[in-house]
């Protein structure tokens, strides 16, 4: 990108509208707008079609070229009144900002690098041998490597909320490289397969021709595919020792696989799949807290829900969605509404799984208000208080449900017997 | 009747108006930027705000025909695009076999010809036709798999269609493209970056009047301030589903079958089902929610009416 400054001494020099058309670009997209710089010919295109009669015109033109996503219009909006009202004023707050903009993410990067820079350095020190150590000492990593064996599996069992910093470090380590397979249901597409059901007509046909009359029939079988992941964490006081580990989890499964939404609930709803997105768990997480308002508040479930009822629920879960649902049940505002919004939250998916930490004292029963809102409205019900409670989430989600409310009267069977 | 396509924004504006369409001047441009520069239309919006009318409406005034793709999860190729005949191709197989007259070739390539192909409507709107490039309407596009929409997007950029048997068809002219879509998922960035994009909203009271004495002429003046007004307030409420137009539209035609020339509480009561679709939504506005928006909507109508 060229230096601010120049393209402004162009633009107020002669003034011209590709001059202009570029800079308002540019101010769009250090904005935030994807914008490129094949979408500036095409402005112009556009605005040399529509013509520069109005004002009006001039705005919705740019506007079907610049955005697209409703919720880019009101930068555009305000790009646009600042903009075009007064190029000058705008450059002199471009090169304001512009540097500003820059920076902080300069910054973000060496300290980035200097973390990493920092543990890299510590991996040499004494701490490091279970990822693998110098050749010289190669007793003591034999030695190390079976220590960490039986490390990894006593800590499999500890509590999260009993883990030192160290151990909950080793334990986010394991969850990186931990895998969700999610079952997979038919979709409407096919591959060819020889002993499917379905007759393919067209491969058919195309073999009978090769042979030589109609010759054998060509089959197909419907493909399969994991249903799309929605994770619903709670992140209030009491879940805040889980819900940092259960992070973890969550970016492992996002990045690991397509169409898996995540979000976070306190006292509101925030959507933090795009954040998890970026491959590196610290920067990620980075960015999780810096957006996230509401770590270790309260808890409002039932309203957090009818947000994620309201706004979400249409987007995410069209395709039958499988729902993990993170809580401990424990309800501020105790009233009807988390029961409502609990049973449209099972009634638009194909299965809602509750996994409540709680449920690791074996004599826990769901009897807070909130719990009692929630327990008739869920297919299945799991701890999750250690790795071995979120590694045997594979076993329930890898296969697909009987029925609706199958893990849940199992439990409830067994807690009579 | 074919009609040239428009030459500037007004001209937009009043093939719109022509075809009952009453539109805000900024989907007429968005719309006139598509025509001229060939390029397809992406509108987004809540269900039942006139996305899918636009397109009719362009059919209607242009005098093009319309062709209509409803997307649903798992459209293939062959609902979309092209199907071969199997059963005629099978019988002229026999037939061939039968009479012995034939090379495997020449059957071959006999079978698959045009005579044995079955149009869908991404096909049909790269033919050529005498009215003109035909609209293609390609609608709820969120409720197909991501698997077309990269489909699409190919046929979208070149308007070429190939058939492995038979060649690549290119369309000679573009045919008039409007995509919809209910955002019941995000569309990705690199189709619609090929559109022109458009939010539908919810239009005004003024506006939503206008399109009330087009859609519904012979509504009564009070009753249409009313139905608005009470719909505007309406979709200020916190619901699951806000009435559209054509929910408003639907409950004007309803009070008129009714025999209301304006409105009461039992009236909104009765009829609520009309414009609301959700249990729950109307459950929190039937009773004294309604009464309270109509006492409202009345008490504002007519404080208007005495400035007036």
């Known amino acids: 990108m060229p230096e601010p400054g120049q393209g402004a001494e162009r633009a107020s020099g002669q003034g011209r509208l590709v001059d ?95 973390r990493r820079l920092a543990e890299a350095l510590r991996r040499e020190g004494p701490d490091a041998a279970p990822l693998g150590s110098p050749e010289q000492e190669e007793d003591e990593v034999e030695l190390d490597a079976t220590m960490t064996f039986s490390d990894r599996e006593l800590l499999q069992k500890i509590d999260f909320e009993k883990m030192s910093a160290e151990e909950l470090a080793r334990a986010k380590r394991l969850i ?70 259960v992070v973890h989890f969550m970016h492992a499964v996002t990045n690991d696989r397509d169409r898996v939404f995540a979000f976070v609930f306190g006292t509101r709803l925030t959507n933090i799949t795009r954040l998890l997105r970026h491959r590196d768990v610290d920067v990620a997480l980075d960015r999780v807290s810096e957006r996230v308002e509401d770590w270790s508040g309260g808890t409002r479930i039932g309203h957090c829900l009818a947000t994620f009822n309201a706004r979400w629920s249409r987007r995410v879960l069209g395709q ?42 074996d004599a826990y029963e769901p009897k807070s208000i909130g719990a009692k809102a929630i327990m008739p409205h869920i297919d299945d019900f799991r701890p999750v208080h250690n790795l071995t409670s979120l590694a045997d989430l594979t076993g329930v989600l890898a296969r697909p449900g009987q029925r609706r409310m199958e893990g849940v009267s199992q439990w409830m069977q067994q807690r009579r017997a | ?28 441009t968005a719309l006139y930027l598509g025509l001229r520069l060939g390029r397809p239309l992406f509108l987004e919006g809540e269900a039942g705000v006139g996305k899918t009318e636009i397109a009719k409406v362009l059919a209607e005034t242009l005098g093009r025909r319309l062709l209509r793709l409803q997307c649903y999860e798992g459209l293939d190729v062959a609902s979309a695009v092209y199907e071969w005949n199997y059963p005629r191709q099978m019988v002229e197989i026999r037939l061939a076999e039968a009479a012995g007259d034939r090379s495997r070739e ?58 492995p048997e038979l060649g690549t068809l290119r369309a000679a002219v573009p045919p008039i493209v409007v995509i919809t879509s209910n955002r019941t998922r995000e569309i990705h960035d690199a189709l619609k970056r090929r559109c022109f994009y458009y939010w539908v909203d919810y239009p005004d009271a003024a506006r939503e009047l206008e399109i009330l004495a087009v859609k519904v ?14 719909v505007q307030k309406l979709r200020k409420v916190e619901l699951f589903k806000l009435p559209g137009i054509a929910e408003t539209i639907d409950w004007t035609q309803a009070l008129i079958e009714l025999n209301q020339v304006a409105l009461d509480p039992k009236a909104v009561d009765d009829t609520l089902g009309v414009l609301l679709k959700y249990q729950d939504d109307i459950a929190k506005i039937r009773g004294s929610e309604a009464a309270m928006l109509l006492d409202q909507v009345k008490s504002e109508l007519a404080a208007a009416g005495r400035h007036a």
Request: proline share 6%; hydrophobic share 40%; charged share 30%.
């Open chain 1, 20 to 114: 202009n058309l570029m800079f308002f670009a540019r101010t769009l997209r250090a904005a935030g707008l994807p914008i490129g710089p094949g979408r500036v010919i095409e402005a112009l295109r556009a605005v040399e079609t529509v013509g520069l009669g109005r004002r009006e015109d001039l705005y919705w033109t740019l506007h079907a070229v610049f955005v697209n996503r409703q919720d880019q219009r009101p930068l555009f909006d305000q790009a646009f009144h600042v903009f075009w009202r007064n190029p000058q004023l705008l450059e002199r707050m471009m090169a304001m900002l512009l540097p500003s903009i820059g920076r902080p993410e300069n910054e973000d990067d060496r300290e980035e690098i200097s």
């Open chain 1, 176 to 245: 990186a490289v931990m895998r969700l397979p999610i079952m997979e249901v038919p979709t409407r597409r096919f591959r060819p397969d020889p002993h499917g059901r379905r007759i393919d007509m067209r491969a058919t046909l195309r073999a009978s021709l090769r042979a030589g009359g109609l010759a054998t029939l060509k089959r197909r079988e419907a493909r399969r595919r994991h249903p799309p992941l929605v994770i619903l964490c709670d992140i209030s006081g009491s879940m805040s020792r889980y819900s940092r580990v």
């Open chain 1, 320 to 361: 039958g969605a499988v729902v993990l649902f993170i809580s401990d049940g424990l309800e501020r505002d105790a009233d009807a509404v988390l029961g409502r919004e609990m049973e449209r939250l099972h009634k638009s998916c194909r299965r809602l799984i509750w996994l409540n930490p709680l449920l690791r004292y």
């Open chain 2, 1 to 28: 009747m074919t009609r040239l396509i428009p030459k500037s924004v007004d001209e937009t504006l009043d093939l719109l108006t022509g075809g009952r369409y009453v539109a805000d001047r900024s989907l007429a």
């Open chain 2, 106 to 163: 020449s059957l071959g390539s006999d079978i698959y010809s045009e005579r044995f192909l079955i149009k869908r409507p991404l096909l049909q709107a790269l033919e050529a036709d005498p009215a003109g490039a035909p609209v293609l309407l390609i609608d709820e596009l969120d409720r197909t798999d991501e698997p077309f929409e990269a489909f699409l997007l190919e046929v979208l950029s070149d308007f070429q269609i190939t058939i």
């Open chain 2, 217 to 230: 002429p012979e509504a009564r003046t009070e009753l249409s301030r009313q139905v608005v007004g009470f």
